[in-house]
T-cell receptor, first 110, second 112 residues
Framework: GIQVEQSPPDLILQEGANSTLRCNFS?????LQWFHQNPWGQLINLFY???GTKQNGRLSATTVATERYSLLYISSSQTTDSGVYFC????????????FGEGTQLTVNP | DGGITQSPKYLFRKEGQNVTLSCEQN?????MYWYRQDPGQGLRLIYY???????QKGDIAEGYSVSREKKESFPLTVTSAQKNPTAFYLC???????????FGPGTRLTVL
């Protein structure tokens, strides 16, 4: 199946800083999502982005499918951005399963 | 309010007991999924259903069972055959398979 690698595994920022999270994958994809898991465990949809670029407020994401990576940008970070960020995707040969990366643990300090 | 609900939020089970986790959605989605998350890890697919009265095994189906009698409901039973059931269980749905998935709030299961 598809292999998904996220980096960095941990990231500590001061409030107001910018950051870039990366997701590399091993196969062509037809579905790629970014999630934020809050401290209560809820997975919040950030982007559905199998290709191209999208922006939503302080967050934006870019997927370059031909080079098999996706980036999540967080600008002017806030303490409420803390949590775990996951990318997940469905490979073209994976059937119905979303394969998740191991996540990036983000801590934003005041 | 449209969404996915899971109950209970916390569940404690004695070894050897079966337990059923509830997942309901009112989004009119055809596809539903169950995932398991262990501490510090990503999610892994247990079972999925593309349509009523049909479901397929995911990557870690051993020791679990599901049913899909109604479009809105996809309960998961954790049986005594599941060797290490303590985990966080998340249910998801999508309009149809191969589309964006949305997740419920999860159920934390602890086996005592």
């Amino acid at each position: 199946g598809i292999q998904v690698e996220q980096s960095p595994p941990d990231l500590i920022l001061q409030e107001g800083a910018n950051s870039t999270l990366r997701c590399n994958f091993s196969d062509s994809v037809n579905n790629l999502q970014w999630f934020h898991q809050n401290p209560w465990g809820q997975l919040i949809n950030l982007f559905y982005i199998p290709s191209g670029t999208k922006q939503n407020g302080r967050l934006s994401a870019t997927t370059v499918a031909t080079e098999r990576y996706s980036l999540l940008y967080i600008s002017s970070s806030q303490t409420t951005d803390s949590g775990v960020y996951f990318c997940a995707m469905r490979g073209e040969t994976s059937g119905s399963r979303l394969t998740f990366g191991e996540g990036t643990q983000l801590t934003v300090n005041p | 309010d449209g969404g996915i609900t899971q109950s209970p939020k916390y569940l404690f089970r004695k070894e050897g007991q079966n337990v059923t986790l509830s997942c309901e959605q009112n989004l009119n989605h055809d596809a539903m999924y169950w995932y398991r998350q262990d501490p510090g890890q990503g999610l892994r697919l247990i079972y999925y259903s593309q349509i009523v009265n049909d479901f397929q095994k995911g990557d870690i189906a051993e020791g679990y069972s599901v049913s899909r009698e109604k479009k809105e409901s996809f309960p998961l039973t954790v049986t005594s055959a599941q060797k290490n059931p303590t985990a966080f269980y998340l249910c998801a749905s999508s309009i149809w398979d191969y589309n964006e998935q949305f997740f419920g709030p999860g159920t934390r299961l602890t086996v005592l």
